[in-house]
Every structure is written in C-alpha cells, then in structure tokens.
C-alpha cells in the first residue's frame, strides 16, 4: 500500500465549477499536508499547506485535512481554464524529519471553457 | 530573483551510460532534495542534501548519488543507466530542512534512456 493515496483522474468539469480533489494516508505520523499544482513538462509548485487537522482557505482555493479519517482536500471554486493541471498531494512527518515528501500519484484536472 | 534552476534541460542516454545532472538552489537555501518522477507518477524521493552533508535517502539504487557543494549547488549522478530511469528529475530547495520548511521545485531534467 502506497502511503499517499491519490486518484489519477483525468478529471474534467465546465468553467466555473466547484473542485474537489481528495487523497488519503496512512502514516499516522504524517503531521505537514500540502498542496502541489504542476503544469505538463514543468516542475510541481506550492498551492497550500496545512499542519496537522483544519481547514486553509487562499482565495479559491480551501484545504481541508481530517487527521482522524486520514482524508486529505483541495477544493476549487469558480474552476478556470488555467487550473487545468496535474495537482499532487504531499504529506511529511513532524520532528526528526529530513523534510521529505511524500506524494501521491497526481490527479490530472480539466476545466473546459 | 531567481528560482531554482536545473541543468540541463533535457538529456537522451544509452543504457549502461552515466548521467550527471545539476541544480543551483534559491540564494539563501542550503538544502537541496532530489525526487524522480516517472510519466503518469507523484515525485520520489531520492536525496537530500544540507550543508554539503547526506540528511536523507529515498529507496534508490546504489548506482544513484549526489553531492552538495560549498555554494550549494548538487549533481545528481545515475551510473549503469536503465531504461527505467526514464523519468523527469526534480530539484527542490529550502531553507534549511525542517519539514515546515517549503521546498521550491525547479522546472526538472528530463532524461531519456534508450
């Protein structure tokens, strides 16, 4: 079992949709969650990141993380064409940790104008 | 100013070659990971790299390494290519390397193996 779980998609909504994107874990000692959006043939690039369980809202985009379902969000609202893009989840543990991430698989998202 | 950079762009190799690959981290970052991204796959996790020292090792192969330098710079080196290493090579640096520290990706090294 893969400690990052994501599903692959490809996922594909009309503009102005509401998004939602979901991962699970299964490190209970997985403290740092993130978000990650990666345009093809370019380098992943941080959207949020949330510790430990809550919400975090940056303009569109809400993060969610559930520590006791170990169930991980992103959600989008007013999708744009632009949005169109692979969004990874990532998860770390706490202390005494060198800091490396996790990923999942990549969910590859759609918005049609 | 500049983010993370990576070198080169893009290389094709044969099997059994060896690769070196580069990455300048952000000015002011001493800590530089490195992750392998298959096609249709999230990132793995291969090194890290904090003060020219070792600080973490991903689930790779000994034909693997990689070093940091005094302005902390990394190479990545693979020897004995496969045709499995065929991947998109990301460089990431941070701060330091607290897992609260955000890592910056750099655009990759795509290597192809033939």
């Known amino acids: 079992q893969k400690e990052v779980e994501q599903d692959p998609g490809p996922l594909s909504v009309p503009e102005g949709a509401i998004v939602s994107l979901n991962c699970t874990y299964s490190?209970?000692?997985?403290?740092?969650f993130m978000w990650y959006r990666q345009y093809s043939r370019k380098g992943p690039e941080l959207l949020m990141y949330?510790?430990?369980?809550g919400n975090k809202e940056d303009g569109r985009f809400t993060a969610q993380v559930d520590k006791s379902s170990k169930y991980i969000s992103l959600f989008i609202r007013d999708s744009q064409p632009s949005d169109s893009a692979t969004y990874l989840c990532?998860?770390?543990?706490?202390?005494?940790?060198?800091?490396?991430?996790?990923f999942g698989q990549g969910t590859t998202l759609q918005v049609k104008p | 100013d500049a983010g993370v950079t990576q070198s080169p762009t893009h290389l094709i190799k044969t099997r059994g070659q060896h690769v070196t690959l580069r990455c300048s981290p952000i000015?002011?970052?001493?800590?530089v990971s490195w992750y392998q991204q298959v096609l249709g796959q999230g990132p793995q996790f291969i090194f890290q790299?904090?003060?020219?020292?070792?600080?973490g090792r991903g689930n790779f192969p000994d034909r693997f390494s990689a070093r940091q330098f005094p302005n902390y710079s990394s190479e990545l080196n693979v020897n004995a290519l496969l045709l499995g290493d065929s991947a998109l090579y990301l460089c990431?640096?941070?701060?330091?390397?607290?897992?609260?520290?955000?890592?910056?990706f750099g655009p990759g090294t795509r290597l192809t193996v033939l």
């Open positions: 949330t510790y430990s369980s």
């Open positions: 990532a998860s770390t543990p706490g202390s005494g940790n060198t800091g490396k991430l996790i």
């Open positions: 790299y904090y003060e020219k020292e070792e600080r």
């Open positions: 000015s002011g970052h001493k800590s």
């Open positions: 990431a640096s941070s701060a330091t390397t607290g897992a609260m520290d955000t890592q910056y």
């Open positions: 490190n209970s000692a997985f403290q740092y």
